[in-house]
């Protein structure tokens, strides 16, 4: 089961405030734990959203929203994406993420990533196909 793992952001992500070497540290150490068990297909840290957009959909009409965006709490400030045996080994690897010494709140989201199973019938074989050939070149782009 694949899992995306996502850090919510706050106040000091938004303003674009650095983790220090010590966390910085400990993250890396914590990813290669990931890396070492066979779990961690993705991961990485994101720009405030003053440095993003929005795209909003209204039939076929497209609204850009530039950020900064006001709710800090519903924004993200990085994700991994994990693939584990179940959601509860998940959250056993998500308590082991470092956090900030000084005791800045944080919080980390769970979500588990769709496979093609989930879709039933609707996900034709057609459809299967498409998605294969679609991450095979993915793969080849990313081994360039």
Request: charge should be negative; aromatic fraction near 6%.
């Given at each position: 089961?694949?899992?995306?793992?996502?850090?919510?952001?706050?106040?000091?992500?938004?303003?674009?405030?650095?983790?220090?070497?010590?966390?910085?540290?400990?993250?890396?150490n914590f990813n290669e734990e990931l890396v070492?068990?066979?779990?961690?297909?993705?991961?990485?840290?994101?720009?405030?959203?003053?440095?993003?957009?929005?795209?909003?959909?209204?039939?076929?009409?497209?609204?850009?929203?530039?950020?900064?965006?006001?709710?800090?709490?519903?924004?993200?400030?990085?994700?991994?994406?994990?693939?584990?045996?179940?959601?509860?080994?998940?959250?056993?690897?998500?308590?082991?993420?470092?956090?900030?010494?000084?005791?800045?709140?944080?919080?980390?989201?769970?979500?588990?990533?769709?496979?093609?199973?989930?879709?039933?019938?609707?996900?034709?074989?057609?459809?299967?196909?498409?998605?294969?050939?679609?991450?095979?070149?993915?793969?080849?782009?990313?081994?360039?």
């Amino acid at each position: 089961m694949r899992f995306m793992v996502i850090v919510k952001a706050n106040a000091d992500t938004e303003a674009g405030v650095m983790p220090s070497t010590e966390l910085l540290t400990a993250m890396g150490n914590f990813n290669e734990e990931l890396v070492k068990a066979g779990i961690m297909l993705d991961g990485a840290g994101l720009h405030p959203s003053s440095r993003g957009a929005r795209v909003k959909f209204n039939g076929d009409k497209r609204t850009v929203v530039d950020g900064p965006f006001a709710e800090t709490k519903e924004l993200i400030a990085g994700f991994w994406v994990l693939d584990v045996k179940s959601l509860e080994e998940c959250v056993e690897w998500v308590k082991k993420v470092p956090s900030d010494p000084e005791g800045t709140e944080s919080e980390i989201e769970i979500r588990q990533i769709f496979e093609a199973e989930d879709f039933g019938d609707e996900y034709t074989p057609e459809l299967r196909a498409q998605e294969d050939s679609q991450r095979e070149r993915i793969e080849s782009q990313q081994q360039k």
